[in-house]
């Protein structure tokens, strides 16, 4: 290395050093924790997927693993994905318990005393939404079979075989065997 080359990286340590120092640039806002919940963020293709899982499994755990305040773009505005999932479980389980959850997004669509307003006796909501139709590739569906522990090719299998016979899919999706391995996937809570 030439003395050039030292000078130069010299000086670009030093004015690191003083730009982090000043407060101006730091890691924190280059990798943001989600510990605190504190910083929306667009949803993940994993977390997107959870959405429409849970909803395909009828039940709410998935829900959980959805960073709080991950965001999903649509017509409605941005929205908490992890809101609107248990807000639809709320409603169809009629379960406001689930309510307490619910953060506000952008708007007042997802508030607590919204969901609760959802919830009419006896009449659930209908929700269309299939894992299998969701808009991310069938490699990231083989992915999350693969994070719960089912290898590559039973995972691709099971993935295409909705295509054959869907009865088949959702008995696997709705299986004691695929429930007790959800605790695997990652969660984004933290």
């Given at each position: 290395?030439?003395?050039?080359?030292?000078?130069?990286?010299?000086?670009?340590?030093?004015?690191?050093?003083?730009?982090f120092a000043q407060g101006k640039f730091s890691l924190k806002n280059l990798f943001p924790t989600s510990k605190t919940g504190s910083t929306p963020r667009q949803l993940n293709k994993f977390e997107e997927e959870y959405y429409s899982?849970?909803?395909?499994?009828?039940?709410?755990?998935?829900?959980?693993?959805i960073f709080p305040k991950?965001?999903?773009?649509?017509?409605?505005?941005?929205?908490y994905r992890r809101s609107d999932c248990l807000q639809i479980f709320a409603s169809d389980q009629q379960r406001p318990d689930?309510?307490?959850?619910?953060?506000?997004g952008?708007?007042?669509r997802y508030t607590e005393e919204n969901c609760r307003k959802k919830i009419i006796p006896g009449s659930p909501t209908q929700h269309l939404t299939t894992w299998v139709a969701a808009p991310y590739p069938t490699t990231t569906r083989i992915q999350?079979?693969?994070?719960?522990?089912?290898?590559?090719?039973?995972?691709?299998?099971?993935?295409?075989?909705?295509?054959?016979?869907?009865?088949?899919?959702f008995d696997f999706v709705r299986s004691k065997d695929f429930a007790q391995r959800i605790n695997k996937l990652p969660t984004f809570t933290e």
């Open positions: 290395m030439n003395k050039n080359s030292i000078i130069v990286i010299t000086v670009l340590i030093i004015a690191g050093g003083l730009f899982l849970a909803v395909e499994m009828e039940s709410p755990e998935l829900c959980y693993k991950a965001y999903s773009p649509s017509i409605d505005g941005d929205l689930l309510c307490k959850e619910v953060a506000q952008i708007g007042e999350i079979l693969v994070e719960m522990g089912y290898d590559e090719k039973f995972a691709t299998e099971k993935v295409n075989s909705y295509y054959k016979n869907t009865n088949e899919f």
